[in-house]
C-alpha cells in the first residue's frame, strides 16, 4: 500500500532518525491537498452512519 501511495507521489519514507530500522511515512503537499479534500468527506459519511445508534450505544 505504501509503495503505491509513493508512486503516486502522496507519501515519501524518510528513515527514523532513532532507529535505523525503521522508516516514517509522511504526506507529501499534493498528499495533503487529497486528505484535505477527502477527509471531511469520510467524517460525514462515519457521522451518517452511527446516526442510528444512540448515544449510550456510541459509549
Known sequence: MINKLE???L???KQNPDDKRAFNVI????G???FDEIF????EMISR???VIS???KL
Open 11 to 13: 507519501v515519501e519514507r
Open 32 to 34: 495533503k491537498e487529497l
Open 7 to 9: 508512486k503516486k507521489g
Open 55 to 57: 448515544d449510550e450505544e
Open 49 to 51: 452512519s452511527f446516526s
Open 40 to 43: 471531511p468527506k469520510h467524517v
Open 27 to 30: 504526506l507529501t503537499e499534493q
